[in-house]
């Protein structure tokens, strides 16, 4: 019977101690990402080229209106294998534009992905390294939607973070 309270006494004194050694930290990586010039760099890059696709765009809509303007005022006595040629043409740039649309919106989030992709990983370099040097236990990221409830010891390493990738 001593035996079982002295391991169940040997057992909780561990846990109370590894539980007092737990350093967790929060992290605020939306103003982290913010701060970044990097962030603003690539954002330019992404209108630049989304410019330019509209332009294109614009050119191919005005294209399509102009096609659509010459059927409906196409006169009766226009041949049928005329008619019918400019009904096929039309219909094949409708969706020649679709799919420049879709072409478009894969292009954009392709890009996206690899301007911000080297962000992300700086700045989740940036946590690791911080994670260390401060013997954290857990690092979570401080979304609101996320975080229910937290108490000390938690601590807002957002500040460090920033330092160390040379952010205000």
């Known amino acids: 019977m001593l035996k079982k309270i002295l391991l169940l006494l040997a057992i909780t004194v561990s846990m109370a101690a590894s539980a007092q050694s737990l350093k967790v930290g929060l992290v605020d990586t939306n103003a982290i990402f913010g701060a970044m010039p990097e962030v603003a760099d690539a954002q330019k890059k992404l209108q630049d080229t989304q410019s330019k696709y509209e332009a294109q765009y614009k050119l191919l809509g005005e294209e399509l209106q102009k096609q659509a303007e010459e059927l409906a005022n196409m006169k009766d006595d226009v041949p049928a294998a005329i008619r019918d040629n400019k009904v096929r043409a ?19 989030q392709k890009q996206q992905m690899d301007l911000m992709a080297p962000i992300t990983q700086k700045i989740q370099d ?43």
């Open 90 to 108: 039309y219909q094949d740039n409708q969706q020649k534009l679709q799919q420049f649309e879709q072409q478009v919106m894969q292009d954009m």
């Open 126 to 168: 940036a946590i690791q390294s911080v994670g260390k040097e401060g013997n954290y236990s857990l690092i979570q990221a401080m979304d609101p939607q996320l975080t229910f409830y937290y108490s000390n010891p938690v601590e807002d390493i957002t500040p460090l973070v920033k330092t160390k990738l040379g952010l205000k």
